[in-house]
């Protein structure tokens, strides 16, 4: 998977629209990070030929605490 790294919210804008222009046969999905924030969005392609967004799932809780003996 091909993982762009972007600045700020205007350059995933501009890589979103860059990839639209991608044929569907050389289309690889795209994982969009923010700088600062990290991954804002896997980009895909849907059967019908549209773009569409998968929103990371939440990450999995963690915890601080030692397991009780």
């Known amino acids: 998977m091909i993982r762009i790294h972007c600045s700020n919210h205007?350059?995933?804008?501009?890589?979103?629209?860059?990839?639209?222009s991608v044929d569907d046969d050389r289309f690889t999905p795209v994982e969009l990070h923010l700088d600062g924030f990290g991954l804002l969005y896997?980009?895909?392609r849907l059967d019908d030929g549209s773009q569409s967004a998968v929103r990371p799932a939440a990450p999995e809780a963690h915890?601080?605490?030692a397991p009780a003996a």
């Open 10 to 20: 205007e350059d995933a804008d501009t890589a979103w629209r860059m990839l639209c």
């Open 42 to 44: 896997q980009i895909v």
């Open 63 to 65: 915890t601080t605490q």
